[in-house]
């Protein structure tokens, strides 16, 4: 069973920058599509960005467009989100998720995702 676990959460003052890791074990994520998603207390939980194994695409949520960038480090199984520009409004417990899929589709939906981290909280201060 594909196990997700994320590091790097922590509390910033707004336009500071901040990199969370998600590294998954139990199986390699080729094969996978790996997402980023967040929630705010109070709130439901919203897809941040997301990365598929078939055709190397990235897709993000207009909020973060232009701040945020998702990547792959193959040797080390992990996935990076690089967060620039941060805003009191990216305050929220950050997950990774992952689900089997061989097509270039990136989704969006949780209902998707089958694997998920614990998160990490993410806190930024104006």
């Known amino acids: 069973q594909v196990q997700l676990a994320e590091s790097g959460g922590s509390l910033v003052q707004a336009g500071d920058s901040l990199r969370l890791s998600c590294v998954v074990s139990?199986?390699?994520?080729?094969?996978?599509?790996m997402g980023w998603f967040r929630q705010a207390p109070g709130k439901e939980r919203e897809f941040v960005a997301g990365s598929s194994w078939v055709g190397d695409r990235t897709s993000y949520v207009d909020s973060v467009s232009g701040r945020f960038t998702i990547s792959r480090d193959n040797a080390k199984n992990t996935v990076i989100l690089q967060m620039n520009s941060l805003k009191p409004e990216d305050t929220a417990v950050y997950f990774c998720a992952a689900y089997r899929s061989y097509s270039p589709i990136i989704a969006t939906q949780t209902s998707m995702y089958t694997a998920w981290g614990q998160g990490t909280q993410v806190t930024v201060s104006s």
């Open positions: 139990g199986s390699s994520f080729s094969g996978y599509v």
